[in-house]
């Protein structure tokens, strides 16, 4: 079973940047894909940035430009960096893994943007 920790949220006025980090139990060379997803409140948990292990990378269109979702497999971590932050970014931030067909997720890091 892989293990997912999540870390780096906060709160950050508009405009801002975070950096959020992923790191899972074991080597991410056995993950097939690992990415970020996120929820806010009365809302469904959607895609925002997904890494596969050959390191093709999917953006959700809200993101782009401003989300990067890099891959460290020497520290067994996923990173999200999220530039010009917007309020409607405000949400519990949960990394997934993918191995072998099974996805395990992480408990979330929350992000709050302010106005």
């Known amino acids: 079973q892989v293990q997912l920790v999540e870390s780096g949220g906060g709160l950050v006025q508009a405009g801002g940047s975070l950096r959020l980090s992923c790191a899972a139990s074991e080597s991410t060379f056995r993950i097939t894909a690992m990415g970020w997803y996120r929820q806010a409140p009365g809302k469904q948990r959607e895609l925002v940035a997904s890494?596969?292990?050959?390191?093709?990378?999917t953006t959700a269109n809200s993101v782009k430009g401003r989300f990067t979702i890099v891959r460290d497999n020497a520290k067994n971590t996923v990173y999200l960096q999220m530039n010009s932050l917007k309020p409607e970014d405000t949400a519990v931030y949960y990394c997934k893994a993918t191995r072998y067909g099974v996805d395990y997720w992480g408990k979330g890091t929350l992000v709050t943007v302010s106005s």
């Open positions: 890494i596969t292990s050959s390191g093709t990378t």
